[in-house]
């Protein structure tokens, strides 16, 4: 069993910044791929950024490339979003998750694991 637990949320105004954390933990955590989805209310899961665990190859929206940046520390099972330069269009409770497959996916129900989510508000 995988559990995923984000934290750094908070909020911040216009053109702030905040590093949101993904602390993974199981028997043995070996993704494929991982992944940080947005959900703004009464919108489906939006995809952010993900990160292939072994390689690091990385993949972003186009709303958010050049001002966020997704990373991984493999030793610490933790993954990462810095985000820069924020706007309030932003704002949302974000999710990491986790997929099995080495192969990337842009929808949060081909993702295996969850976390919980950690609220990102942006004041203008």
């Known amino acids: 069993q995988v559990q995923l637990v984000e934290s750094g949320g908070g909020l911040v105004q216009a053109g702030g910044s905040l590093r949101l954390s993904c602390a993974a933990s199981?028997?043995?955590?070996?993704?494929?791929?991982m992944g940080w989805f947005g959900q703004a209310p009464g919108k489906e899961h939006e995809f952010v950024a993900s990160?292939?665990?072994?390689?690091?190859?990385?993949y972003y929206a186009d709303s958010v490339k050049g001002r966020f940046t997704i990373s991984r520390d493999n030793a610490k099972n933790t993954m990462y979003l810095q985000m820069n330069s924020l706007k309030p269009e932003d704002a949302a409770v974000y999710y990491c998750?986790?997929?099995?497959?080495?192969?990337?996916?842009?929808?949060?129900?081909?993702?295996?694991?969850w976390g919980q989510g950690t609220q990102v508000t942006v004041s203008s």
């Open positions: 990160i292939y665990w072994i390689s690091s190859r990385t």
């Open positions: 998750a986790a997929r099995s497959q080495y192969s990337n996916s842009r929808v949060y129900t081909e993702y295996d694991y």
């Open positions: 199981g028997r043995t955590f070996s993704p494929g791929l």
